[in-house]
């Protein structure tokens, strides 16, 4: 069983920045994140491939978010720019241990417990 620990949220006025870690207990496969907003739907965000070779994003943050992991550390990185009001949610890392890149929550057998995240305008 792996565990995944998130960290980074916070209050940020529109336009700024953060960046989120998540830190697996072990070894995983595709790893990426999640958002849920207060009465929604939790909703894919990024994912990247063990390698990193690939890499997808909805496209409500392609070019302003960042994902990246780091094998030896066993990390997984989420770098927000440019961030919006209707960013505003709090963030789930999540990885597994298929080899599928997966952009349902379905699809992953781990998960953070969140950190939140909150674009002020």
């Known amino acids: 069983q792996v565990q995944l620990v998130e960290s980074g949220g916070g209050l940020v006025q529109a336009g700024g920045s953060l960046r989120l870690s998540c830190a697996a207990s072990?070894?995983?496969?595709?790893m990426g994140w999640f958002r849920q907003a207060p009465g929604k739907e939790r909703e894919f965000v990024a994912a990247?491939?063990?390698?990193?070779?690939?890499?997808y994003y909805v496209d409500s943050v392609r070019g302003r978010f960042t994902i990246s992991r780091d094998n030896d550390k066993n990390t997984v990185s989420l770098q927000m720019n440019s961030l919006k009001p209707e960013d505003t949610a709090v963030y789930y890392c999540?990885?597994?241990?298929?080899?599928?890149?997966?952009?349902?929550?379905?699809?992953?057998?781990?998960w953070g417990q969140g950190t939140q995240v909150t674009v002020s305008s």
């Open positions: 072990g070894r995983t496969s595709a």
């Open positions: 999540a990885a597994h241990d298929g080899l599928s890149v997966g952009r349902s929550p379905i699809q992953y057998d781990y």
């Open positions: 990247i491939s063990r390698g990193g070779g690939r890499i």
